[in-house]
């Protein structure tokens, strides 16, 4: 340890601030400590962050920007680093329990998770990252770390922000600490630039954690447009799925927690079957995803609420599936409903467009850019049963407004592509370098 020590030592001596004179990155670290990019999407805390990782630096590494995917080890006998794609390394870090662990539990483990980290690069040689780029809160106070260490420029993404959340929950779910809210000022103060979803979260930024206006980019998420697309189309999709053809078809997919409000679905079927008794005969309601975060301390909560509310014949309760099937889900069903309290940019409602299929969303956060209502689906204020109902009766009235709609989806969601994604944010790399490059020398001027 002491000889480890040492080397650290001696290479923050050695290496003093360089100024680069290439313009972009050639490798980046990217943190991920409390959701690894090889974990299942909709299952515990893997979601549209794991996606959006994936995809990013799969496309960074195809424009000649390595990156490397530092994330916390959940299981033993991992290997140490593992190889996702070409030019994508992901790296396993030993902090804390491998399994237990809630993400709640995570801030004590950052500097264990630091550690192995500072690790990992005291076996290279000097310079070898130019550039961190960390992901949600717990990832930014590593990069700080790192990224000062290095003599490197940080890029954050947010993803979620606590006060927007503590100020959008659902009824039953639990704040966010001031611990949290206290990290992301840190963070915010610390980046050399933020990457924000939408103009709305950049502005978030701004208001609610005084970010530098100048610092905050706003980058769209894209979507695998290779892996949603419409294919052979819904009926082949609902053959495939054992779904009724003539079905109405709303479906869930993702996390199973209050912020997500799946039971805000339930109980508009149920509001619409109240009224429509004869839809219930051709109305299935399948729910793909598995409990997280709050939702993990009632995980059949939903199953019991469907029994109250009497409508269990027609829900149907699927485990989160891999992208490929869950493509499949998103041709198959008449609309995606996503009723979510909050959301920084809601990707599952881009990849259901991509697929063809429309969305019913709740018209927050990043939702209403990812959803063009009344043309690619239809956003509601607010949380209220009978208005999501009354959206669903249409669908039902109108077997064709789902096709013409997912058409235009399809088309929507093509500008969505992540190799735009991957291109603007190479940009912010750049400019987070050369903000950076004169932030030393006015330090060493």
Not at 119 to 139: E, I, K, N, T
Not at 234 to 259: E, K, T, Y
């Amino acid at each position: 340890m002491s000889q480890y020590m040492s080397r650290l030592g001696r290479r923050s001596a050695a290496t003093p601030p360089r100024l680069r004179l290439h313009r972009r990155p050639r490798r980046v670290a990217m943190l991920s400590v409390h959701t690894s990019p090889l974990h299942q999407p909709g299952t515990g805390d893997a979601g549209g962050m794991n996606v959006y990782i994936v995809e990013l630096a799969q496309r960074l590494a195809a424009i000649n920007i390595e990156v490397e995917i530092f994330t916390r080890a959940t299981a033993g006998g991992l290997a140490p680093s593992v190889e996702l794609a070409p030019g994508v390394l992901v790296r396993h870090v030993d902090a804390g329990p491998y399994e237990g662990l809630a993400k709640e539990d995570l801030p004590a483990q950052l500097c264990a998770f630091t550690h192995g980290v500072m690790q990992a690069w005291a076996g290279h040689r000097p310079g070898y990252y130019d550039l961190v780029h960390s992901h949600y809160w717990l990832s930014g106070h590593v990069g700080w770390l790192a990224a000062q260490r290095w003599g490197v420029p940080l890029v954050h993404a947010m993803h979620t922000m606590a006060k927007v959340k503590n100020a959008n929950l659902a009824d039953g779910d639990t704040p966010e600490p001031a611990a949290r809210v206290i990290g992301e000022t840190q963070i915010v103060a610390a980046a050399d630039r933020l990457i924000a979803n939408t103009a709305e979260e950049a502005d978030e930024l701004v208001r609610h954690y005084a970010a530098d206006q100048a610092k905050v980019a706003v980058v769209h998420p894209g979507v695998n447009l290779d892996r949603f697309r419409p294919a052979d189309g819904r009926a082949a999709a609902r053959a495939r799925l054992g779904l009724p053809q003539d079905a109405l078809v709303p479906l869930f997919a993702g996390r199973i927690q209050p912020l997500k409000a799946p039971d805000v679905l339930l109980r508009a079927v149920a509001v619409l079957l109240d009224e429509r008794p004869d839809l219930r005969s051709r109305i299935v309601v399948p729910i793909v995803g598995g409990p997280s975060g709050s939702g993990l301390a009632k995980p059949e909560g939903l199953q019991k609420l469907a029994a109250r509310l009497g409508i269990a014949d027609v829900v149907r309760f699927r485990p989160p599936v891999c992208q490929e099937q869950l493509a499949d889900w998103f041709r198959a069903a008449s609309v995606l409903v996503m009723p979510s309290y909050s959301e920084s940019f809601g990707l599952v409602a881009i990849e259901a467009q991509a697929a063809g299929t429309p969305v019913l969303a709740a018209a927050v956060g990043g939702l209403p850019v990812a959803v063009r209502d009344g043309r690619t689906g239809f956003l509601v204020q607010g949380h209220d049963p009978a208005a999501y109902a009354r959206v669903l009766g249409r669908f039902a009235d109108d077997s064709a407004l789902s096709s013409r709609m997912g058409d235009f989806a399809a088309r929507h969601a093509r500008s969505f592509g992540w190799d735009t994604s991957a291109a603007a944010t190479a940009d912010v790399y750049t400019a987070a370098t050369q903000a950076h490059r004169r932030r030393v020398r006015s330090h060493h001027g």
